[in-house]
């Protein structure tokens, strides 16, 4: 399955394509003198990215490619980021959809990845059905985890997160501009409103 890197870039893209659904993004604008942090959405992309890394969590209780990798899961989590939204008193809808996304990308990523390890894939449908499910276009290489040979993980492995960052690093970078700009754009329309009022 896709490396952690490979997991946060995907969160991180999914995280801003779902924010750029139209509606309460105010509270999320930054100046474009504000840092990359800020820019970048601060705590809540952060939070996107731990949480598109976090269903492999799993391989520390012996149950990888479970539970954490089904739609059960992705509607759980989206759950939770409504309640601390709400708690928050942030866009529930938004942040549980950022959240969600970047979860859920965990599952499609592993999804279109490849597999050498019986049984195949993940369970991506449960609680509704435990079948497991995996696309034939293995996208996305397999990391290696060889106690006995650093050597060959060390090299495996970095074919595996360039190969991601290949792929993913484009799309995040697009993002990014479409973010930027957009946001900036929006910062700009409200601090006219706030200096006519």
Not at 62 to 69: E, F, M, Y
Not at 80 to 95: D, E, Q, S, T
Not at 177 to 193: F, G, I
Request: aromatic content about 10%; hydrophobic content about 55%.
């Amino acid at each position: 399955m896709p490396s952690p890197i490979g997991h946060a870039l995907a969160g991180v893209a999914a995280a801003w394509t779902a924010d750029l659904v139209p509606g309460r993004r105010a509270w999320r604008t930054a100046p474009a003198a504000a840092s990359f942090y800020l820019r970048g959405g601060g705590a809540l992309t952060l939070a996107c990215a731990a949480l598109a890394v976090a269903p492999d969590l799993d391989l520390l209780f012996g149950t990888h490619r479970t539970v954490t990798h089904s739609v059960g899961a992705v509607f759980f989590v989206g759950l939770f980021a409504a309640a601390m939204a709400a708690n928050a008193g942030r866009p529930i809808l938004r942040v549980a959809m950022m959240c969600a996304a970047a979860y859920g990308s965990h599952l499609l990523m592993d999804w279109l990845g490849a597999d050498q390890r019986a049984p195949f894939g993940i369970q991506a449908l449960w609680p509704f059905d435990r079948g497991w499910y995996i696309s034939s276009l293995g996208i996305f290489r397999k990391t290696v985890r060889l106690l006995f040979a650093p050597d060959v993980v060390l090299r495996e492995n970095a074919w595996t997160v360039g190969r991601e960052i290949a792929i993913l690093g484009p799309i995040v970078a697009g993002l990014w501009l479409v973010r930027v700009k957009a946001l900036a754009r929006l910062s700009a329309q409200l601090s006219r409103r706030h200096h006519s009022a």
